[in-house]
């Protein structure tokens, strides 16, 4: 990389990084390595943001996120976790529509109950 390409990447940094080219060219260099390791991490956390809004839609239905997806696979319903989690959190009858789907499917969590719902200082009582 020349001088004039480092100096240009490098605009906007503190110190003499912005202006010295030793240390813009250093500096620049692990810039270019933070945001090629990082597009990688935004891929990973977008998809645990997707099972955690797909979660959270299941056990409102009573069904863990596990048996949704096994029951979706075994009905053959080919729809990725970034169209679920939109769908939970637009459209929460068609959703409720593939949880029952998934539920007759693979029936594996018959028994789960949600938690006892706390109102106020009633249970204190």
């Given at each position: 990389m020349n001088k004039?390409?480092?100096f240009k990447l490098a605009k906007g940094f503190r110190g003499r990084a912005k202006n010295c080219i030793r240390i813009a060219r250093e500096r620049v260099e692990k810039a270019l390595q933070y945001s090629y390791r990082d597009r990688r991490?935004?891929?990973?956390d977008m998809r645990s943001l997707w099972i955690e809004r797909?979660?959270?839609?299941?056990?409102i239905h009573g069904v863990n996120y596990g048996n949704f997806m096994h029951g979706l696979v075994k009905e053959n319903i080919q729809l990725n976790r970034k169209v679920l989690s939109e769908l939970s959190m637009h459209e929460p009858y068609s959703f409720k529509a593939l949880v029952d789907v998934s539920h007759t499917a693979f029936p594996g969590n018959k028994n789960m109950t949600s938690a006892p719902k706390k109102e106020g200082l009633a249970i204190l009582v």
């Open positions: 004039k390409e480092v991490n935004k891929k990973r797909i979660n959270a839609g299941t056990r």
